[in-house]
């Protein structure tokens, strides 16, 4: 039971909404015995030759209280699941939306938190209600066959013991199950993912109908392998089945032959009547319907644990906090100067202390790994010192003023990453400036010309897609679309041919001749003996 | 709807035999069901009348309890089969619709394709595939078996019991279930698109503020961008209760109809019986055969909640679905010649030229490097001359005019190493062994020499070594270099390279550019470069 433990607390926020659910789905299904009792007089008023009409109403206007009942029920889980797996995601996004570090894969995360999360549902509205069942509606069945018949009890009773087994048989398909959901759909989505992705190569290659006769190949060996295991798996369940067959026909057996005549014991003294025989035929079914329902949802809670197990892991996964909370604000007052005295950075680098002055243009170079991105990223507050401090217009740096100081910047990050908006949206982010002026500034008015809806194109993948040089030039618009008097860059001519990183270059120092102070990081020693001051990083200590 | 049914055409054109098998069984499941309840109930009124007639020594019981009995192990057994069946046909279904999804991208234009590998679409697609699984086990069976064992029922309560029991049960389920079906199958499709696409927007945003987090805590839009997110789950929220309501109230019709028409059903058998036309134990019949249908009708639930999010699915599958096309691989002996071009002009997606006018000629032996700033069209430019783009001029490979190439023969003439090049997941060998399938071991040595990768290969276990998914346990260069590898074991006559050395340092790239002529003495090689190392090695420069 240790395993279901991270699922009970996922459940925690709806644990009483849970308990009121399931008692309205125990309720709704001991509605049966009732209807079960009134059909079974019916009949046997009919084999007196009487018209039961009353009888027969009743079953009705009680089925439809059973309709009510399970639709109210259906609507609690449902509700309990939205609230269950909205909670979550907004948890996970909060936490992500303030996490400092890059990540490697945001793709993960957000399956995880968008369809992953939703693999819960089905738990919750069909699992959680059988199990309040299968607790419950079996025994009442029991208590009923005995008061009608001892035989019929014990028939059931017999079977009560097997239950555990059943348990044990389901868990077991239960297991068979979650592995072949693995195996089935997981593995042929991998490998025609792995396909797409490489679609232009295989086009090249020539390869095209090698590649899909290998997949068909494939895919046709998974599904041989997939059916090997469904036939164990689906084996455990029939199993069951066959014991709740066995166990209706041995009901029916011992009715017919009692109401026959032909059996003379089973019951306490008086002969079993026609209504009696019929109810615990009807019952019969309903005494294992519950594990039956518990079975086939069992499928439900081994991906749920999947998810809780995913869901752990995420939550275990360490990170900083970025400071501030991102928000627009009026920005900080001062001059734009930065110092850095002391400062770590967040893998134990020590930086070199540095001081820079309003209107200077300082590029920091040294070898890869040696903090120049760091540097920049504690200058513009997205990371705070682990020792040290950064001084900002004249004060040191806090928590509660980045959002201020971060308002002031021009920021051209190494990998250039656009949401999927318009460009243009992409360019002013709900700033005021001149996007036409940006564009000019940043050599990119062509580059904005030459998309099928110019500033109005979608970006980002479903979008029009720029290339490498395109999109550099495109942050340095945004870097610039403001006018800032602090512009910070991470290798604003990393991979670009001459004439772009020219064009970058020129824009930056037009910026800096401006006024602005002007800090790049950067490998390119051309661009780097053009800055008025050059500080190298990765010597110290 | 349209391409919903135009899927399960080509799924049956496909699978036809697996999904007779599936459907059959599935109708012999519900039978045996029925026939079992309809049966014991009879048996247990007909024993009651002749025990209370004081005849029960001389009723036939061991016929119908046999019956029982052999109805309650053969369904169970045809449940077995029948769950085997249907998801054997379920997973031949599968591939049908991921092989038909492969081979239509394979035909896509290369823009295209360059949107299909991006995270999000893929995502996309895979999610749209996992819907339409559906389709076949939860929508066609279900509903194919339920409406026959309605109709076969139908023939039997009317044989057995009363034409007016069979009316009321066949008939009141049929008016019941068909217009759920269509009120529900008219009214889901709509917020089943639109929770599709606010679930779209939800991950897509989700993704933007992971990927953009630093852009936007700068430029101070991380809070708004949030905001957006929980707007686009409020969306999707709202969508969802809506559909979750309409799946209940589906449920609560097939529930009260279970009641109503049983209950009827019992009514009508009683007081036939008690005008003495039918017996008490035919009544019975009718009551148990309704309150079994109930079983045929409950998977329409199932299948209505599916059905929206199917359609949707559909709509943006069907179209691409590529059929089946065997492509016969034909030898080509072509003189040789390089490749060249005359007057050739390329448009812009926008509209606007991009090249007008552009004449080039690559002479085999020769190496020719492109340069030119981002944007000018060198990479359209070789996915032209590579045939994938639509130019207006003269293309001529070997003298010979694009056109008359015929795909095969274009791809054995002539390979491309495109600008972002990937590999498949599998081993070494299985990577490159996609370019040339005969290849020996020497041959695939050779090339991994050529782009200075043997060590490499040699130090990670040999050719067998394993690489992941999107090149997982190599390093950018390293990819690069298997991927050029690859291009070199095809040993074109025409080779089109798009920034080759990308993410290679100066030594390196120099190294692996001399290997590759040193590989291909004889071909005509063409190189889209931003390196000083490219330009270098090549023999002429062509500035766009």
Known sequence: ??????????????????????????????????????????????????????????????????????????????????????????????????????????????????????????????????????????????????????????????????????????????????????????????????????????????????????????????????????????????????????????????????????????????????????????????????????????????????????????????????????????????????????????????????????????ALVGPSGSGKTSALRLMAGLELSAAGNVEVAGQVLTAPMVDGWRARIGWMPQRAAFLARSLHFNLALGRNGDADAALKAAAAQQVAEALPRGLATRLGESG?????????????????????????????????????????TAGLLAQHAKGSTLIIATHDMDLAARMDRIIQLGNTR | MRHLFSILRQILRMQRAALWRGAILSLVVLLMGVSLLGLSGWFITAAAAAGLAGMGAGFDVFRPSAMVRLLAL??????????????????????????????????????????????????????????????????????????????????????????????????????????????????????????????????????????????????????????????????????????????????????????????????????????GMITAAQAAIGFFVALALAEAAAPIRRALADYGRMVDAARRIGPGLGAGSAVQSAAVSAAAGGISCDGLSLRRPAGGMMLRDFCLAVNAGEMVALTGASGAGKTTLLLALAGLHHAEGDIRIAGRSLEDWSEPALRNYLTMLPQRSELLSGTVLENLRLARPDATEAEVWAVLEAAQLGAVVRARGGLDCKIGPRAAGLSGGEARRLALARALLRRPQVLLLDEPTE????????????????????????????????????DRVIAL
């Open chain 1, 464 to 504: 029009g897609g720029l290339s490498g040089g395109e999109a550099r030039r495109m942050t340095l618009a945004r870097a610039l679309f403001s006018n800032p008097d602090l512009i910070l860059a991470d290798e604003p001519t990393a991979d670009l041919d001459d004439t772009t990183a020219q064009a970058v």
């Open chain 2, 74 to 275: 053969g369904r169970t057994a045809a449940r077995y089969g029948e769950r085997l069946l249907t998801h054997d046909a379920v997973l031949r279904a599968l591939e049908v619709l991921r092989l038909g999804v492969l081979r239509g991208m394979l035909q896509l234009a290369p823009e295209r394709m360059a949107q299909v590998r991006g995270a999000q679409a893929l995502n996309r697609l895979t999610a749209d595939i996992d819907a339409l699984d559906g389709l076949v086990l939860r929508l066609v069976f279900p509903l194919g078996a339920g409406l026959l064992a309605l109709l076969i029922s139908f023939a039997g309560l009317w044989w057995l019991v009363d034409l007016r029991v069979a009316l009321w049960v066949a008939g009141g389920w049929l008016s019941g279930a068909v217009p759920l079906l269509w009120y529900l199958g008219r009214k889901m499709p709509t917020p089943s698109r639109r929770m599709e696409a606010a679930t779209q927007a939800l991950r897509s945003r989700f993704v933007d503020l992971m990927q953009n987090r630093d852009d936007l805590a700068v430029y101070g839009l991380l809070q708004d961008q949030h905001a957006s997110i929980l707007q686009a789950d409020a969306r999707r929220h709202a969508l969802r209760c809506e559909l979750d309501r309409a799946d209940r109230q589906a449920g609560a019709v097939l529930v009260a109809l279970t009641a109503i028409i049983s209950g009827g059903g019992l009514w009508i058998g009683l007081d036939l019986a008690a005008a």
């Open chain 2, 503 to 538: 993410g290679l340092d100066g030594p390196t790239a120099t190294v692996v550019l001399t290997g590759i002529r040193k590989a291909l003495p004889e071909a005509a090689i063409l190189v889209a470069s931003h390196r000083r190392a490219e330009i270098a090695a090549a």
């Open chain 1, 1 to 362: 039971m240790a395993k279901s433990d991270p699922l009970r607390l996922l459940l925690a926020p709806v644990a009483p909404a849970m308990r009121r659910l399931s008692a309205v789905a125990v309720l709704g299904s001991l509605i049966w015995p009732v209807q079960a009792a009134l059909v079974a007089l019916a009949i046997g008023a009919a084999l007196q030759g009487q018209v039961a009409g009353g009888l027969v109403a009743g079953f009705v206007v009680l089925g439809l209280g059973r309709v009510a009942l399970s639709a109210l029920a259906d609507r609690m889980a449902q509700e309990a699941a939205e609230v269950v797996i909205t909670g979550i995601r907004h948890r996970i996004v909060a936490q992500e939306a303030l996490r400092a570090q890059r990540d490697t894969g945001p793709g993960a995360t957000a399956s995880l938190a968008v369809e992953k999360l939703a693999a819960l549902s089905p738990w919750i509205t069909r699992y959680a209600p059988a199990s309040a069942r299968v607790a419950v509606v079996p025994l009442v069945i029991l208590v009923l066959a005995f008061w009608q018949s001892w035989a019929a009890g014990l028939i059931f009773l017999i079977s009560g013991p097997l239950i555990p087994l059943f348990m044990a048989l389901v868990g077991m398909a239960a297991k068979e199950a979650s592995a072949r959901q693995m195996v089935e759909i997981g593995s042929l989505n991998d490998l025609l993912v792995d396909r797409l992705a490489a679609l232009l190569d295989i086009r090249l290659l020539g390869a095209s109908e090698a590649v899909t006769q290998g997949f068909s190949a494939q895919a046709g060996d998974l599904r041989q392998r997939t059916m090997a295991v469904l036939r164990l798996a689906f084996l455990s369940s029939t199993v069951l089945e066959l014991f709740a067959a066995i166990g209706v026909a041995m009901m029916a057996v011992f009715v017919g032959f009692s109401l026959l005549g032909q059996l003379g014991f089973g019951t306490w003294g008086v002969p079993l009547t026609p209504a009696a025989g019929v109810f615990l035929l009807l019952l019969a079914p309903e005494f294992y319907q519950p594990l039956r329902d518990l079975a086939a949802a069992w499928h439900d809670k081994a991906a749920a644990d999947a998810v809780a197990d995913e869901l752990a892991d995420w939550q275990a996964r360490e990170g900083l906090t970025l400071p501030g909370n991102g928000a627009r604000v009026d920005p900080l007052a001062g001059p734009a100067t930065i110092g850095l005295r002391g400062c770590v950075t967040a893998h134990g680098l020590h930086l070199p202390d540095m001081k820079i002055a309003k209107g200077e243009a300082v």
